[in-house]
């Protein structure tokens, strides 16, 4: 693993896969950085396959959008915090899908089940997931590596290209910090030089 530190001048576009691993308030980041992503991919100019944005938000109160709206102004905030960003979610899922990046969504709530009802109520697009637990980080880092590893020798086929690596966002408590690191260790490095290289910045 390379640790990069704060993004610098690090180029997100020049690698092959992305993942994003945000807690909190952390989504501003991770927001930005797949917006940039997604543009890029528009625009012709990434060699990004492969993006994975984990959003982990603590579970306050019911997640249902009516009943939201119909707590005190004060509550909504932390009511619910999905709902204001599904159209941003579901716009840059759709331009992704359309530029041919595979990008995808799970959003964790950590501190209480859903109930079923609350998550039939949001209409969730394709890519879009709402999970209840803390994520594991070391099994969706390797699958992001297997899929970014293979969805960059199908981009290069024939021209000899491979894959070239993976970065790892990281922003939010010291904890999930320290859990993305012990994810990425735990990649084994024949694994990591198959797929270019692990690097990880923490905003």
């Known amino acids: 693993m390379k640790y990069v530190g704060g993004p610098g001048d690090t180029l997100l576009a020049s690698f092959s896969g992305v993942l994003l ?12 950085a797949a917006e940039e992503l997604v543009r890029k991919a528009v625009e012709g100019a990434s060699t990004v396959v492969v ?24 509550h909504r905030r932390n009511a619910d915090c999905l709902t204001p960003m599904l159209p941003i979610f579901t716009s840059l899922l759709a331009q992704a899908q359309a530029a041919g990046l595979a990008f ?29 637990g803390h994520p594991s980080l070391p099994l969706r880092l390797r699958d992001l590596v297997g899929r970014t590893q293979q969805g960059a020798l199908d981009a290069g086929a024939g021209s000899g290209d491979g894959p070239r690596g993976v970065l790892v966002g990281v922003c939010g408590p010291v904890q999930l910090g320290e859990d993305v690191r ?3 260790d735990e990649v084994e490095p024949d694994v990591q030089r198959a797929v270019g290289g692990i690097e990880l910045i923490e905003e």
Do not use: K
């Open 182 to 184: 012990m994810a990425i």
């Open 21 to 32: 691993v945000v807690g909190g308030s952390g989504i501003s980041y991770g927001l930005a």
């Open 51 to 74: 993006l994975d944005l984990v959003w982990c938000v603590r579970y306050s109160g019911e997640l249902h959008p009516m009943h939201v709206y119909s707590q005190p102004t004060t």
């Open 104 to 132: 995808q969504v799970t959003v964790f709530h950590t501190r209480a089940a859903i109930p079923a009802r609350t998550c039939g109520a949001y209409n969730l697009p394709a890519g879009l997931t709402l999970l209840t």
